[in-house]
């Protein structure tokens, strides 16, 4: 049966992404049992807790996977010892030299002032004030509308939380 449902789903937004022809659109689609279609497409635009991602292009292949992987060095003495950044084909990486060879003022360079260094009259100070407060926000709220959709999803199961 749920199967059956899923086919039916996909079909319907198959329909519903050629009645708007679209050429080439990445979709990110929960397949989540819903109420009706309309909630389903609603449900879907959100865009978060997702579990299948479907391509539709001119020829309806999905794009294959493991072709363009990155590739990562996890040896740990060429980490530690080298800068692991070569952008010419040939040669060796760049070896990293003691701190005490790097000149004073590198490390500063970095270094932005932290609004407990500033005083209250600068204007500055408000400014990063707000900014940090902005980025907190932005974290918080990422993650309680993303807990929502989890915690939506094990209720309707039947559970308290993931792990009951």
């Known amino acids: ?19 708007i022809q679209l050429n080439a659109h990445l ?4 397949l989540l049992p819903a109420r009706s279609v309309l909630s389903v497409i609603v449900d879907f635009f959100p865009i ?12 309806n292949k999905l794009p294959l996977k493991g072709d363009k992987a990155a590739y990562f060095d996890f040896n740990t003495e060429k980490l530690q010892k080298h800068c692991c950044i070569n952008y010419f084909i040939q ?7 003691d701190y005490s060879e790097y000149p004073s003022w590198l490390e500063e360079l970095l270094v932005e002032d932290s609004p407990h260094s500033l ?23 990422f993650f309680r509308f993303r807990s929502s959709f989890v915690q939506r999803y094990y ?10």
Do not use: H
């Open 48 to 59: 978060s807790m997702c579990y299948r991602t479907l391509v539709y292009g001119k020829n």
């Open 91 to 97: 040669g060796q990486d760049i070896v990293l030299k």
């Open 155 to 164: 209720l309707d199961q039947g559970k308290q939380d993931a792990f009951n």
């Open 1 to 19: 049966m749920k199967n059956v449902y899923y086919e039916y789903l996909l079909l319907v937004f198959e329909k519903l992404m050629t009645a």
């Open 27 to 30: 979709l990110t689609i929960m």
């Open 119 to 141: 005083s209250p009259e600068n204007y500055e100070y408000w400014r990063q004030l707000k900014k940090k407060d902005r980025r907190f926000k932005r974290k918080r709220n």
